[in-house]
């Protein structure tokens, strides 16, 4: 049975991990704002890009592009946009666990983030290259990536370049979801996990020209499309991470509350315990001296 002593050592251990939870939670609460409004803000950019790509593609006739040509190969790359820390609760198990589900022997991995890093090595799979991104993500960033996975597809080293990330839904939860950067095929908005279809236009109320031809425009606007998809991509990922880690904290936080309440409700009948035995033995003793 613990003594007292041990019982105030615990209380005051527990209060330490208490006081530093509360401060790892407001520094994600604050973080976490911020990175949802960059998502939050990003996505009619993307809605809008998605619309004018439609109308483009529907213009352009037969026009073809290396991005859009599609393979029967099975060669596979895939990009893993995780978290550089822990402490964010499930978020990274949730995310690599759908990244274990690849085949490792046809699939190469583009990591975005440590943790996927550390994960991809510790279980023996091929990674291709890691890639390091801001708490505010930069959109050069999100070009180095999508550069390089554009040059493993142009080169054939992959005929098919996914990208797994964290979609941000709300501050209490987030999914992990794949989505296909590669080839290019029916464009589809980023925000959401259905593909939009682009509102069509009255005939006759509005014309677009495209200088100095479609086709020309299509293929300048492709390379774009792909980086900011994955700008998107790290926006939504960081700010799934800062949601995740402000809940992991608060959760932590609550939790050591309640234990320090426990923890002084048993010192505190462990204390009366002792002195009610004290108690007894001082008359006791008066008792037999009478």
């Not at 960059?38 to 996505?43: K, S």
């Not at 090595?121 to 990674?127: C, G, I, P």
């Not at 098919?160 to 589809?188: C, H, W, Y």
């Not at 608060?250 to 035995?277: F, G």
């Amino acid at each position: 049975m613990p003594s007292t002593r041990d019982i105030r050592r615990r209380i005051k251990s527990v209060k330490n991990t208490a006081q530093i939870t509360k401060a790892m939670q407001m520094v994600a609460s604050s973080k976490m704002r911020r990175a949802q409004l960059a998502a939050l803000a990003g996505r009619p950019y993307a809605a809008l890009m998605n619309e004018v790509l439609a109308a483009v593609t529907e213009g352009a006739g037969d026009f073809t592009h290396p991005l859009m040509e599609k393979r029967e190969g099975v060669k596979r790359a895939v990009i893993v946009i995780s978290t550089d820390k822990g402490l964010c609760g499930a978020l990274n198990s949730n995310l690599l666990r759908e990244a274990a589900k690849f085949d490792k022997n046809t699939t190469v991995y583009i990591c975005a983030g440590r943790k996927g890093a550390q994960f991809i090595a510790r279980t023996k799979r091929q990674l291709a290259a890691e890639f390091t991104y801001k708490d505010a993500p930069q959109f050069a960033e999100a070009r180095a990536i999508s550069k390089f996975a554009q040059d493993l597809f142009l080169k054939g080293e992959a005929d098919r370049v996914d990208v797994l990330f964290t979609r941000f839904i709300n501050t209490l939860m987030q999914k992990p979801e794949s989505r296909q950067l590669l080839p290019i095929g029916a464009i589809e908005a980023v925000q959401s996990g259905v593909p939009s279809e682009p509102e069509s236009l009255p005939p006759g109320e509005m014309e677009f020209l495209f200088e100095p031809n479609p086709g020309a425009v299509l293929g300048a606007m492709l390379p774009h499309y792909l980086n900011y998809q994955v700008f998107q991509f790290l926006l939504e990922a960081k700010a799934s991470e800062h949601s995740a880690r402000m809940v992991a904290m608060k959760n932590a936080t609550d939790n050591a509350k309640q234990l320090i309440k426990d923890l002084t409700l048993e010192y505190n009948k462990l204390r009366q315990a002792n002195i009610t035995k004290e108690l007894l033995e001082i008359t006791s003793a008066a008792m037999a001296v009478a």
